[in-house]
């Protein structure tokens, strides 16, 4: 199974609603999880199970989709959340290749 | 909370094993899965592969005849073991906690250790 992230990457303004999509090449169910990483660090969990925040995640991070298409949006991206995001296949090994957010 | 370190050797000579250890504090390792991911430089992230708490593995296709994953629970420990080493085995290697309770997703990692290849 593969993941295809979309876009590579975009170019955002602070404030702008930003989705990024995840299409797996065969149905996963809601296996999926979503992570964000910043340079230098390690990743972090946003949401598993598609649409489940993690603890201590802010609500403008929210997932969807099922089976073989899935999103990430924030709504209201802030200074902070300029990053890369993977989305991730938890019962198997894929990651997506990743989506780089940047600064307009 | 629970805090995971990686620990080993920065400097990996071609054809060697490359070696790293993960200590686990402030949980337990029961019930989990633990598992090794790596990132190349400027590259995306590449799991490795797993072990659960009993002793079951799991390893990535592509790596599984050169990879082994063990745990020491006396020492709350697990290492990895990456054997006949590349210059394409350079990265960054993280270990991580593959949790039943967030749906097997990785929900806490390590800060990471960087591994070179090089004679």
């Known amino acids: 199974i593969q993941l295809t992230q979309s876009p590579s990457s975009v170019s955002a303004s602070v404030g702008d609603r930003v989705t990024i999509t995840c299409r797996a090449s065969q149905a996963i169910g809601n296996w999926l999880a979503w992570y964000q990483q910043k340079p230098g660090k390690a990743p972090r969990l946003l949401i598993h199970?598609?649409?489940t925040l993690q603890s201590g995640v802010p609500s403008r991070f929210s997932g969807n989709g099922s089976e073989t298409d899935f999103s990430l949006i924030i709504s209201g991206l802030q200074p902070e959340d300029f990053a890369t995001y993977y989305c991730h296949q938890t019962n198997s090994f894929p990651f997506g290749g990743g989506t780089k957010v940047e600064i307009k | 909370q629970v805090h995971l370190q990686e620990s080993g050797p920065g400097l990996v000579k071609p054809s060697e094993t490359l070696s790293l250890t993960c200590t686990v504090s402030g949980g337990p390792l029961n019930s989990n899965y633990w598992a090794w991911v790596r990132q190349s430089p400027g590259g995306g992230l590449e799991w490795i592969g797993y072990i659960y708490y009993r002793g079951d593995t799991s390893y990535n296709p592509p790596l599984k005849s050169r990879v082994t994953i063990s745990l020491d629970p006396a020492k709350k420990q697990f290492s990895l073991s990456l054997r006949s080493v590349t210059t394409a085995d350079t990265a960054v290697y993280y270990c991580a906690r593959r949790s039943p309770w967030s749906a097997f997703a990785l929900d806490v990692w390590g800060q990471g250790t960087t591994v070179t290849v090089s004679s």
């Open positions: 199970s598609a649409s």
